[in-house]
């Protein structure tokens, strides 16, 4: 409503104060919301929906409107600084990149290119400049096997499966929201999260309406979530037993006869195999393990099967537990064998006007797992990259540098603490990022780029995975302050630096932009698009509701991969009952997310804190009577690897002996200069969660149904003690701007 009114008095200041509408889709999570910025004199004025976007038809969540937040924050770095000491000092671009440039080349050229390690966050996905870089063109400059990023603490599982199934890691895929029937979720939230894997603008408008056409919406959750709130029914699960629940499921599948593989478009192999699978766990077997009925799982399973169509959904509730790559591929499983795959109404799979699939056909790059492994605890590779769990002790043994772009893993990894201590350490870390936040705090050098409304925009990655066919050109709204770099400029400075071609790949570089690459992408693709023709559509273009392809992608279906077999032997022997957190007074430990959060960087955002403190622990009555725990109380969190303290909120919404803490906080460290998030700090699950707690079978970290112990605190320490890591540097001064 204050957005509101802003908007309408400036419209009331005549024609001299001319507002001008710039649109754009929102680059901040996966659904694609169109925004209508509307500006004066390069001043944003309001943030509103763009009602003539096809898509999001003016659905926004409030976390756009604190674009401007970011884009005006007087905390963002606008110019490449050096440490010195515990002080940042501004430096000009061309003093970082050659000091860089001559530290890289003599760490290579003493220790091997494994001593440069590299890493990238969240962000880069939502960047097209960036991914493009970062995910390809570096990795190849840098040749280094110290490579990390944030899927393994994400989707890493989702796109092993598709790789085995379906031959390659990019053909995922998507629930077709619009049609089906019923629609079965396990571990996501989407009405918090507005969907992952799943890019669809509006989500709590679409799952209105399918359930008022007649449609079901299920989820199985170990919280009573927003979206379990909006369902027809929710079950509570024991965080890390979807492999089981799955599991049950499908014995129920199998002996009833539930199966319809003759709507698949194209053959299956391996079911004998999965059949004789989940013949081991009736129903009976797996509810005790689940906390859900057996007579539940059997109707769940029958309802499933009997609906006209049906799609069941996992995500981060799924993949990051102990057996999360089964859980994922088992889900796919039930989708296939009910003959709801690549059909309306099922999971389908997009055409994208840049076509992932056939890029990475072309290229030779169906995706790589195992093809190396980690040093310490030799754990497999995926896509190039390590474990993110295994990121402090390989950095530790092997890397003397580090170069980090759009990653805070001090607070995004497993035991971000160890890895807090480990970057203090380093001989050089060159941080691309917008923030001194808790990671950066520790670099040698920040190099900050550009925030999105200040370069175009083409969503690489999540037209991809959208409900419908959709693309979207939109260019920039302000020109970059003199001087700042786009995200992919500075990746070309620093691939310049360290590789052989070095001026040849700058001149190269600047002529080919990403607005090219794009170009030539969306020529090459189905639809024939060109950047032009977008720049006609500002407010995106429909390209239709998705169409069976499957036959398009792959010749059959692996139903049965020999790895998920391998790895389900492993289920087998973990003895019934004696799962983690069973003992006496364990609590099992969940994630959760919260419409105003941005995974750990839009704290800065004074409109996005206010109100309520969102960093609280969840728990249920029946735990907190007999700790003698009430609301607004602040116990003490600890589990193998460290301790918090946080206040509760005793509430029936989870689970009883399951604990809820959002990650993304824990802001008030020494050297953060976030000063509107250090004033609302929080404190990190990630100090909680183990780099020790993997899933065996691919590396992804296990950040669900983690074993704590929840205490009342006797006597609090003032904050600043409490919060400040013995083994970090301090950061007495305020870096200078
Ligand atoms: N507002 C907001 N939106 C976001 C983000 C954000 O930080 N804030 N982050 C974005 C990113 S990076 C991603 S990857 C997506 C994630 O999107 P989602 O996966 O939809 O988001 P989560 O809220 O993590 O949902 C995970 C759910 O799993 C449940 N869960 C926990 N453990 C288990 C378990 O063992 N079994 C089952 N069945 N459920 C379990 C949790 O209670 C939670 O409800 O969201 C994106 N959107
Ligand atoms: N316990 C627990 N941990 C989790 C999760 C969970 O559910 N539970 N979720 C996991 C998931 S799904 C994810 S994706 C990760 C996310 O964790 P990360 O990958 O670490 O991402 P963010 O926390 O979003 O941090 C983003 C960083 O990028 C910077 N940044 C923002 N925009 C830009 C830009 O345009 N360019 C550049 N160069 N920098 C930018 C920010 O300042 C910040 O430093 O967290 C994971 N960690
Ligand atoms: S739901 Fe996501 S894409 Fe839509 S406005 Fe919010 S942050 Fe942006
Ligand atoms: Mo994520």
Redesign the pocket.
């Known amino acids: 409503r204050e957005l509101h009114a802003r908007v309408v008095s400036n419209r009331l200041r005549g024609p001299g104060a001319l507002t001008q509408v710039h649109y754009r ?9 169109g ?1 209508a910025i509307e500006h004066e004199h390069g001043k944003i004025v309001g943030i509103r929906g763009d009602k003539e976007d096809p898509f ?1 038809r003016g ?6 409107v604190a674009l401007k937040d970011v884009y005006e924050d007087p905390d963002r770095l606008r110019h490449p600084v050096r440490r010195e000491g515990d002080r940042f000092v501004e430096v000009s671009w061309d003093e970082a990149f050659s000091d860089i440039g001559q530290r890289l080349r003599a760490i290579r050229r003493e220790h091997g290119n494994d001593a440069v390690a590299f890493a990238q966050g969240n962000p880069v996905l939502h960047n097209y400049g960036a991914s493009i870089y970062a995910q390809t063109l570096l990795p190849w400059a840098l040749r280094t096997r110290n490579r990390f990023s944030s899927a393994s603490v994400d989707n890493l599982p989702r796109m092993l499966v598709s790789r085995w199934m379906y031959g390659n890691q990019v053909i995922l895929p998507v629930p077709d929201l619009d049609r089906t029937a019923h629609f079965l979720i396990l571990g996501a939230n989407p009405m918090a999260s ?1 969907g992952s894997v799943m890019t669809a ?1 509006d989500l709590p408008k679409r799952l209105k309406a399918l359930r008022e056409r007649g449609g079901r919406l299920i989820v199985i959750d170990p919280r009573r979530t927003e979206t379990a709130d909006v369902a027809d029914a929710h079950h509570f699960i024991r965080p890390g037993t979807d492999v089981f629940f799955l599991l049950g499921f499908l014995h129920t599948l199998f002996t009833e006869e539930l199966l319809h593989l003759d709507r698949l478009p194209v053959p299956v192999e391996g079911l004998k195999e999965v059949r004789a699978l989940a013949l081991e766990y009736p129903p009976a077997r797996v509810a005790p393990l689940t906390g859900i009925a057996a007579g539940t799982i059997v109707k769940l399973a029958r309802d499933f099967s009997a609906a006209p169509s049906a799609v069941c959904y996992g995500r981060m509730g799924v993949s990051v537990q102990e057996f999360g790559l089964l859980a994922t591929w088992l889900i796919d499983v039930i989708n296939v064998v009910t003959g709801n795959l690549d059909r309306v109404g099922g999971p389908m799979f997009t055409s994208p006007a840049v076509d992932l699939v056939a890029i990475a056909r072309r290229t030779g790059q169906p995706g790589s797992f195992d093809s190396f492994r980690s040093t310490v605890r030799g754990l497999p590779e995926f896509n190039g990259e390590l474990p993110i769990a295994t990121m402090a002790e390989e950095l530790e043994a092997n890397a003397r540098a580090l170069i980090i772009t759009a990653h805070n893993p001090v607070l995004s990894a497993p035991n971000g603490r160890r890895l807090d201590g480990v970057l203090a350490k380093l001989e050089l870390m060159v941080a691309v990022d917008l923030y001194v936040n808790e990671t950066t705090r520790h670099a040698h050098y920040i190099l900050p780029s550009t925030t999105t409304l200040e370069h175009d925009h083409y969503d690489l990655a999540l037209h991809a995975v959208g409900i419908r066919n959709t693309a979207r050109w939109n260019g920039a709204l302000f020109d970059p302050p003199a001087g700042l770099l786009h995200d992919w400029e500075i990746f070309l400075r620093l691939i310049a630096e360290v590789s052989p071609l070095g001026k040849a790949a700058l001149a190269v570089g600047k002529r080919v932009t990403p607005r090219t690459i794009v170009d030539l992408l969306l020529r090459a693709g189905p639809t024939k698009l060109t950047v032009a023709k977008l720049e006609q559509s500002p407010h995106g273009v429909d390209l239709g509701p998705l169409e069976p392809r499957l036959k398009k992608l792959c010749r059959r279906i692996e139903l049965a991969p020999a790895q998920m077999l391998k790895a389900a032997a492993r289920v087998s022997l973990s003895p019934a009952g004696e799962r983690v957190g069973e003992r006496a007074n364990q609590l099992l430990l969940i994630g959760r997310r919260d419409l105003r959060s ?1 995974n750990s960087w839009m704290h800065n955002s004074h409109r996005l804190v206010k109100g309520r403190p969102r960093c609280t622990l969840y728990m249920h009555p029946e735990d907190a009577a007999p700790r003698g725990l009430e609301s607004g109380q602040v116990v003490r969190v600890t589990s193998r690897v460290g301790s918090i303290e946080v206040p509760i909120e005793v509430t029936d919404s989870v689970m009883p002996g399951v604990v809820s803490l959002p990650h993304g906080w824990g802001h008030g460290r020494p050297g953060v200069r976030l000063s509107v998030a250090s004033a609302h700090a929080g404190v990190s699950m990630n100090d909680l969660t183990d780099e020790n707690a993997i899933d065996l079978s691919c590396g992804t970290a296990v950040l669900n149904g983690i074993a704590v112990e929840v205490r009342p605190l006797p006597d609090p320490l003032p904050l600043r003690e409490r919060e400040a890591p013995a083994s970090s540097t301090s950061f007495a001064a305020p870096p200078a701007r």
Request: glycine residues 0%; aromatic residues 0%; proline residues 10%.
């Open positions: 889709a929102c680059n901040l999570c996966e659904a694609l919301c925004l999001s659905h926004i969540c409030p976390k756009a507005n603008p941005n």
